[in-house]
């Protein structure tokens, strides 16, 4: 288990604050670099909350629409990634609000895994036998998780899938770090109780 004193995300290297820089002054080519960089990172965090392919892709681009419009709010001695999180996040609560059809989640989620959850060896080179077991074990976590609250669901997206630090999850839910290891205590629990209806 981590410690309250851990290091959260690296500062940004030079040339990212380079790219911060001109992207504040409007230039559109350092923001599209500062885009390639975390659209795959952005994605996942939008599928991990909304739990649908396409909705995480427009969602994820509209929140880089959006950061670039509020370039002027952003201090460039923050961490790009986290305050763009904030932007994404609440597009991603307004949308499942507007839906509001939160048991539909499940399906579509297992659809919307993201890859690097599959198994790293070639179908030549892993048993045939335990690929599918893995895919199947795979696909009722994904099911599991679309069918926790999205405030559950995010946490553990951003602990199990995207790795975050305690510090970095504190940081972007702006929250104590207490109120992070007491959530995801109980989002874990939750997410193991569903797997057992979901199997």
């Known amino acids: 288990m981590e410690m309250a004193g851990e290091v959260g995300e690296k500062p940004p290297d030079i040339r990212e604050q380079m790219l911060l820089r001109a992207w504040r002054e409007g230039d559109a080519q350092a923001f599209g670099e500062l885009v390639r960089k975390y659209m795959r990172r952005a ?17 994820s681009q509209e929140a880089f629409v959006r950061a670039f419009q509020a370039r002027e709010r952003f201090d460039i001695r923050n961490k790009f990634f986290t305050w763009y999180y904030r932007i994404l996040r609440n597009l991603c609560l307004n949308h499942l609000r507007q839906r509001s059809r939160f048991t539909e989640v499940g399906t579509e989620i297992g659809q919307a895994g993201p890859s690097h959850l599959e198994s790293p060896l070639g179908a030549d080179l892993a048993d045939p036998a335990i ?34 630090s305690y510090t970095e999850i504190s940081e972007r839910l702006e929250v104590p770090l207490g109120t992070v290891m007491s959530r995801l205590f109980h989002a874990r629990k939750r997410l193991k109780e569903t797997m057992g209806q979901c199997l």
Not at 53 to 58: L, P, Q, V
Not at 131 to 154: F, M, S, T, V
């Open 131 to 164: 690929l599918a077991e893995r895919n199947e074990l795979i696909q009722h976590l994904w099911e599991a998780l679309g069918r926790l609250k999205p405030e559950d669901r995010e946490i553990l997206v951003l602990r199990e899938i995207e790795d975050c």
């Open 43 to 59: 994605y996942f965090t939008a599928v991990g909350l909304v739990g649908n392919h396409e909705d995480a892709m427009d969602l």
